[in-house]
């Protein structure tokens, strides 16, 4: 007699299913999208059900399941229908992508149950308190005010008050804020009542929500401190009223906590955050209380896109033109594209909010695809900042800064605005090179230079993260010359301190955001006016709000100019837009320099003259000259190994499989990447295009489950990358 089997996808990197036993006690019970354990090799798993039970085949013996972890699938249809996709589109093992969308609990085979939250509730005594605590006591009586609103989380208190650590201790101590057991969310009704709306602003909501039936995409094209986010607020109104749950995505952690704040201050103890900045618990909790119901609002980075939901009305995707959407490794999925995606599967609307859409993006709604709204006016009434493109050809420069631009720093300190010096390099230095001999200090790992980074008295590799003590003398000759050659954020740091010594300076970058609660200080002290001077990296470009903000100053617009990869002036335009946007929100004028040395460069002149959508109308009649993005499509095959010649082997046998099927998918020579070694391994890579999607991923599918079985495919580690966002 045969026995019951179901297919079980495992968490490997291989593209197919295994067919597991089911033991008696199991019989009719598992179902797609739930959990089992079960044997794998030497290993136990925990797998998903990925399909109907069937028959085995007589005399042949099958792994039994061991056990079934849920009573009903964790992977409700509509998302198990988007990992398939997701599955199936980025050519990715089906029991990878699962435990990709897995928070990390669930994932090791953790119960699905939600762990009820301990969330502050103000006491009698504390709403005496309240009544009677002096003006001064500004924290405490914060903390207080908020709480008497409604009962919140602690991690939703602290989003909305970051300094209220010790206020929030205080009164706990007073007994004026208890703690209590919360097995449901607050109400949904607004807490902080919205600000009237703008003309602008209303003409945007009436047309989103004149047009709220089924799926949409609507780019919201709105210029820098336009209100895009009371837009956010309002439609998330809109569908908490109806009682349904919203999910908004952004592209970074950092930019989580303060429109979480924003949130929080409207609708209350609804609102989680999904990131890798919280605990897998935490995590967890949020995954489940929103398949529940109980979270009705997930803000969330890329790995949000995964979260289960109720009843999910709206999408919503801020700063959408992100390469942080674009996961880089593993399963390289896009979280905007999955989005709209999963938007379309349950027909719910999309709202992409942008300054500088990416040119896929604009390009679907210039064709009609997606719908194209704009915000052109600041909401508080501020002119738009003056940009110019500052020629510093035959210039002396100090540090990288020109005579002019140091003249405008000054001359905006004086008026007591503040100034922020943008440049989009880490450290001291890029080279470190002995005057005497030449000698320039290399990464051992990579094809490239390593970085000074004086603040810590190291050498460090951008690329692998190889580090070294500065050293004293140069290793090729003896020389004590050694001279930092170029600019990076902490010389810049270090000149500017050197020339207006009465004026605070602080740097914005990854390295010093790295200690805890560094971000929420400096973001304080900047909206405070006690910073007088920023020195950043694109860091600062993404949706921070500095209303003192009188100057940007852009160091070098040059770098992107001649880059390999065709997005490069894009990203550049984009970079730039985005940094000048932060200058005069307060509503005050704002000015704009940019340091070139190719002043005529005609895509530079375009967007200082005309602004980014005009330079994008420009790269997109380039795109389509040359077939490139969004008028064809891509796929990236890359291979590495310690073995030098590994890689190249292994890629010219992959393109003679794929030449072997037949046309309609053009495919480059096998080609070392632009940085052949990188953390001692040697890289190359092969490029996939057609101006069919569906020809492409036809011959993908095909060729993928081929790569394994190719003779030197054991001697690199190789990944396909289904529109990738780098090509280099």
């Known amino acids: 007699m045969s026995r019951e089997l179901v297919p079980v996808a495992v968490p490997a990197p291989l593209h197919r299913l295994f067919d597991y036993a089911v033991p008696a006690s199991l019989a009719g019970r598992l179902a797609p999208g739930l959990r089992v354990r079960v044997p794998f090799g030497r290993r136990r798993l ?4 990925a399909g109907a039970a069937h028959a085995g085949e007589p005399g042949r013996d099958y792994k039994l399941i061991e056990a079934a972890l849920d009573d009903r699938p964790v992977f409700a249809p509509e998302l198990w229908a988007l990992c398939r996709w997701a599955s199936e589109y980025y050519q990715y093992p089906l029991g990878e992508v699962l435990a990709a969308a897995l928070p990390g609990p669930l994932r090791r ?24 605590l002096p003006a001064r006591a500004t924290a405490q009586r914060a903390v207080l005010a908020a709480l008497d609103r409604a009962p919140v989380s602690r991690d939703a ?12 201790r205080k009164a706990q101590a007073e007994g004026w804020v208890v703690q209590v057991e919360q097995a449901a969310p607050v109400p949904s009704a607004a807490i902080a009542a919205a600000p009237p709306a703008t003309v602008e602003q209303a003409t945007v909501l009436e047309a989103l929500r004149r047009a709220d039936v089924g799926f949409s995409v609507t780019l919201l094209e709105g210029v820098t401190g336009s209100g895009k986010t009371e837009i956010y607020l309002r439609r998330a109104a809109d569908l908490l009223d109806g009682g349904r749950q919203v999910l908004v995505l952004v592209p970074e952690i950092g930019l989580t906590p303060q429109l979480q704040a924003r949130f929080v201050e409207r609708f209350g103890g609804v609102v989680a955050s999904f990131h890798s900045g919280l605990s897998e618990p935490e995590r967890a909790d949020t995954w489940l209380r929103a398949a529940a119901g109980e979270v009705r609002i997930v803000i969330g980075t890329r790995s949000a896109v995964f979260v289960p939901f109720a009843d999910l009305g709206l999408v919503v995707i801020d700063e959408e033109h992100d390469a942080s959407f674009k996961q880089q490794d593993g399963f390289r999925y896009s979280a905007r594209d999955l989005a709209i995606v999963r938007a379309q599967k349950l027909g719910v609307p999309v709202l992409l909010g942008s300054a500088t859409p990416s040119l896929e993006t604009l390009h679907n709604a210039l064709s009609g695809r997606y719908r194209h709204l704009r915000l052109e006016r600041r909401v508080h009434q501020g002119a738009p900042p003056r940009v110019h493109a500052l020629d510093v050809r035959g210039r002396t420069l100090d540090h990288g800064l020109s005579p002019p631009l140091l003249d405008a720093v000054g001359r905006h300190l004086e008026a007591r605005g503040q100034v922020l010096l943008f440049l989009n390099r880490r450290g001291f230095a890029p080279v470190l090179l002995c005057h005497d001999c030449g000698w320039s200090a290399p990464c051992t790992r990579c094809d490239a230079h390593m970085t000074v980074h004086r603040s810590r008295a190291r050498l460090v590799c951008h690329h692998c993260g190889a580090q070294q003590p500065l050293p004293a003398a140069c290793p090729a000759c003896s020389s004590k010359s050694l001279v930092p050659v170029g600019q990076g954020t902490e010389r810049i740091e270090e000149a500017l301190r050197a020339k207006f010594p009465k004026h605070r300076v602080e740097r914005f970058d990854s390295d010093r955001l790295r200690r805890a609660g560094e971000l929420n200080r400096l973001l304080a002290d900047i909206r405070s006016g006690a910073i007088d001077i920023l020195v950043g990296t694109q860091v600062l470009a993404k949706g921070h709000d500095f209303p003192g903000l009188s100057l940007v100053g852009i160091v070098s617009a040059d770098q992107a100019l001649y880059g390999a990869d065709f997005r490069a002036i894009e990203r550049m335009g984009q970079l730039v837009t985005q940094v000048a946007g932060r200058a005069g929100r307060g ?56 073995q030098p010649a590994a890689p190249l082997r292994f890629l010219r046998e992959a393109r003679a499989r794929m030449e072997a099927d037949g046309s309609g998918v053009m495919i480059s020579d096998a080609i070392p990447a632009s940085m052949e070694r990188r953390a001692g391994h040697t890289r190359a890579q092969v490029l996939l295009q057609s101006r069919s999607r569906a020809e492409l991923q036809r011959r993908l599918a095909a060729w993928v489950t081929q790569l394994d079985g190719l003779p030197s495919a054991r001697q690199v580690r190789w990944s396909l990358d289904v529109d990738p966002a780098d090509l280099f």
């Open 46 to 49: 925990v797998g998903v059900v």
């Open 587 to 642: 509503g005050t004028g704002g000015e704009v320099i940019l340091q070139t040395h190719e002043p005529e460069h005609p895509l530079l002149r375009t967007l200082v003259q005309k602004g980014y959508i005009a330079l994008c109308q420009a790269l997109l009649e380039e795109r389509r000259m040359t077939g490139l993005p969004p008028f064809s499509h891509l796929a990236l095959l890359r291979a590495e190994s310690t």
């Open 109 to 132: 085979g953790d119960a699905a149950a939600i762990r009820r939250e301990i969330r502050l509730e103000l006491s009698d005594g504390g709403r005496a308190a309240l009544a009677t």
């Open 157 to 168: 208190l602290l989003a909305q008050l970051p300094k209220a650590v010790a206020a929030l």
